[in-house]
């Protein structure tokens, strides 16, 4: 296919910083960016001079997004597939629903995975109480229970320990169809962004480690402290499900790392990644640029990085610290133009090169 020329505009589903910076990096390449997203003054609407502003089950809203567009993508996964399947009716969706549809639900992820022969943490479909107490009864305590879908940084899970009531944690959902997950005891968690292009060719980004506080991304560490053989299996790892799932742009997956090196899936995000901040001044082909060009039908670029980095989340007040950051000749301070600091929310990010 022939790629888009300069002057083209992606379409972007979501307003967030993902989308800010994916934009950022559009510009660079010389293509428009409208960003189709429910929130005014969005991170993403800031940096950009086209935007929808509009419900995501607006099919009005939508058909006229699609006709201002040439090609679309997304920044999170948490949208209706029903809205890309519409859009996919005049442009491209690049991923299509196809993959949301996989990647919003953590059953789906799992047994696709396991299809695959990747493995992944034991699981247990969860619907009834009866049903819970018999997963229970198999996975044994401590385990998870999630809610299938639009659970994030901790958000729709509850952990089964020895003195919790699995009765009443299933009822905090309020009938969200759910999942057991059995405890991995883990040495380090780790994810892999590959990217794939409009001809079928894939890329990796090399194994960083995530170190997490109150169950949000707090530092990834890149590259991750794991052996040759450990860093192999976890790029082949997302390399076979990028492929196998006909994603073009970018999948992050996200995998814990056992004790015994065995290297096991957790979740899956078709879009830029928290986890991918660092490659913005860490490699040659941000994770950003990378998902600009398989977008618009571009070769991948350069993924292997010049030196180690560290990325820090600036979350909730942390991002106060922004004078001293700015002035430290050391970090590469990126804000994401969010008016108001809250507990948990991710403000900002700082990386910095170990050179």
């Not at 305590?141 to 299933?170: C, E, F, H, M, N």
């Not at 994770?287 to 292997?304: D, K, M, S, T, Y």
Request: proline fraction near 6%; charge should be neutral; hydrophobic fraction near 45%.
């Amino acid at each position: 296919m022939t790629a888009l020329p300069p002057g083209s505009t992606i379409g972007m589903m979501g307003g967030g910083q993902l989308g800010r910076m994916t934009a950022l990096a559009a510009a660079e390449l010389g293509y428009r960016v409208h960003v189709f997203t429910p929130e005014k003054d969005s991170p993403c609407q800031q940096v950009t001079d086209r935007a929808t502003v509009a419900d995501y089950n607006d099919t009005t809203a939508l058909d006229a997004f699609a006709k201002a567009v040439d090609v679309v993508t997304l920044e999170f996964e948490n949208l209706p597939a029903e809205a890309l399947d519409r859009l996919a009716m005049s442009k491209p969706v690049r991923p299509s629903a196809s993959v949301l549809r996989v990647a919003q639900d953590r059953l789906l992820e799992k047994e696709f995975c396991r299809k695959l022969g990747i493995g992944t943490a034991p699981y247990r479909h969860v619907d009834t109480p009866a049903e819970l107490e018999r997963a229970v009864a198999d996975l044994g305590r401590p385990s998870v229970l999630k809610t299938r879908r639009l659970g994030y940084d901790g958000k729709g899970q509850v952990k089964i320990a020895a003195s919790t009531d699995p009765g009443a944690a299933l009822h905090s959902f309020k009938g969200a169809a759910a999942i057991l997950e059995g405890f991995v005891d883990f040495r380090l968690e780790v994810s892999v962004i590959a990217a794939r292009g409009i001809d079928g060719k894939v890329v990796s980004y090399p194994v960083v480690e995530n170190r997490h506080e109150n169950h949000i991304l707090a530092t990834t560490i890149a590259p991750a402290s794991v052996s040759p053989a450990v860093a192999a299996e976890a790029r082949r790892i997302a390399e076979t499900l990028v492929g196998a799932l006909d994603v073009v742009g970018l999948l992050a997956v996200e995998m814990f790392v056992t004790r015994d090196d065995k290297v096991l899936v957790n979740e899956l995000a078709p879009r830029p990644h928290n986890s991918g901040h660092w490659t913005i001044e860490g490699c040659p082909t941000s994770q950003f640029a990378q998902l600009v060009r398989a977008c618009a039908g571009l070769p991948l670029g350069a993924v292997e990085p010049f030196v180690p980095a560290e990325m820090r989340n600036l979350i909730g007040d942390a991002a106060n610290d922004w004078p001293k950051l700015a002035a430290d000749p050391s970090a590469h301070l990126h804000l994401y133009g969010k008016a108001e600091a809250r507990p948990g929310r991710k403000m900002g990010h700082v990386t910095r090169l170990k050179r």
